[in-house]
């Protein structure tokens, strides 16, 4: 990492690579001005909160809602806000082989979004959201990138509703995948900033307010893997207070120098294989590069996550692993052992 820094610094535009960090620019939603044109009179999705989207819905006659959705399923797809079987529906009609799965976000431009519910939103009272890091997008959103199926951010969704499931069969939890912004594509010079950990973390931000709507019991636990790490940690100090977990697994960083600095009142946890390469990652934020103080660092403050038998950077949600374990039991609630 440290000699892909320096190659970096040398060839990339300083205005670009040195300038203070802001978040990517995010496409407008699909199909807004036709939406906005509605006759059903809908909020601005670029404006609406989700409360206010939520609101809106609950006042419209169920037939009214489903022909909503059937005309824009793209928009409503990806809706914070509003009601989930209508998300699930609408992207079913997006992708009809996807039919029999609880998608929850899907937006096929570009690099791709999306998001994928394992569990009972409506019953669950936790929920953990996995952010992934660099490379993912919705085309290896199934089968990881380069073909490895550890990588992949459904695989590991699964490998962890899984475990929960096995250690408490009792507890309604729900896992989702959230694929809901651009990561960088390699580890080159936008891996190296935080701009798009910045619009991720906007994001992120509205995705948990819509996830905690109404729902003032439920828990959410927050896992970043690599650059997701990133996201969460600029994400931490605006989050809903129902967020009580965040974990950061093989992290470069968090944008802080000390999980005090993160502002926000969740355990926050981390945890690093032996051989992952992001302990070579130098600890620094320094005129937009780096992503601050690596959390794994005895002084950051971050709780241990056990990973001391993991295998490179993307063995966290291999089965068996004390990583995986560990996380299913934040994600209950309870102690990591």
Not at 118 to 127: F, Q
Request: glycine share 12%; hydrophobic share 40%; charged share 20%.
């Amino acid at each position: 990492m440290a000699s892909v820094l320096a190659a970096t610094a040398v060839t990339a535009p300083s205005v670009w690579l040195f300038g203070p960090t802001a978040p990517t620019a995010a496409p407008p939603p699909a199909d807004r001005s036709a939406w906005v044109a509605d006759r059903l009179r809908p909020p601005d999705p670029t404006t609406a909160t989700p409360a206010q989207i939520s609101s809106y819905f609950a006042g419209l006659s169920p037939a009214d809602a489903t022909g909503l959705t059937i005309r824009f399923p793209r928009l409503v797809g990806n809706l914070d806000g509003a009601p989930v079987g209508l998300r699930y529906t609408a992207n079913r009609l997006q992708r009809p082989a996807w039919s029999g799965r609880q998608i929850l976000a899907l937006d096929t431009r570009g690099d791709g979004q999306v998001a994928e519910v394992l569990g009972d939103l409506g019953t669950a009272a936790r929920v953990t959201v996995l952010i992934p890091g660099v490379d993912d997008n919705l085309a290896d959103f199934d089968s990881g990138h380069g073909g490895v199926l550890r990588r992949a951010p459904s695989w590991q969704a699964r490998r962890l509703y899984e475990q929960a499931r096995r250690l408490d069969p009792g507890t309604p939890v729900a896992v989702v995948a959230w694929l809901g912004y651009d990561p960088p594509e390699g580890v080159r010079r936008d891996a190296l900033r935080e701009d798009r950990a910045a619009e991720g973390a906007i994001r992120l931000i509205r995705f948990v307010d819509g996830l905690v709507l109404g729902r003032p019991g439920l828990r959410v636990t927050l896992i970043g893997h690599s650059y997701g790490s990133t996201v969460a940690g600029l994400a931490a100090s605006r989050l809903s207070d129902q967020v009580t977990d965040i974990v950061a697994l093989g992290s470069p960083g968090m944008g802080v120098g000390k999980r005090a600095d993160l502002h926000t009142g969740a355990r926050v946890w981390a945890g690093s294989a032996p051989d992952d390469w992001t302990r070579r990652v130098p600890g620094l934020r320094l005129f937009g590069v780096g992503h601050g103080i690596l959390p794994v660092a005895p002084g950051f403050g971050a709780l241990p996550l056990p990973c001391a038998d993991v295998e490179g950077h993307d063995g966290y949600f291999v089965p068996g692993t004390s990583s995986l374990r560990a996380m299913a039991e934040i994600a209950l609630g309870g102690e990591s052992r």
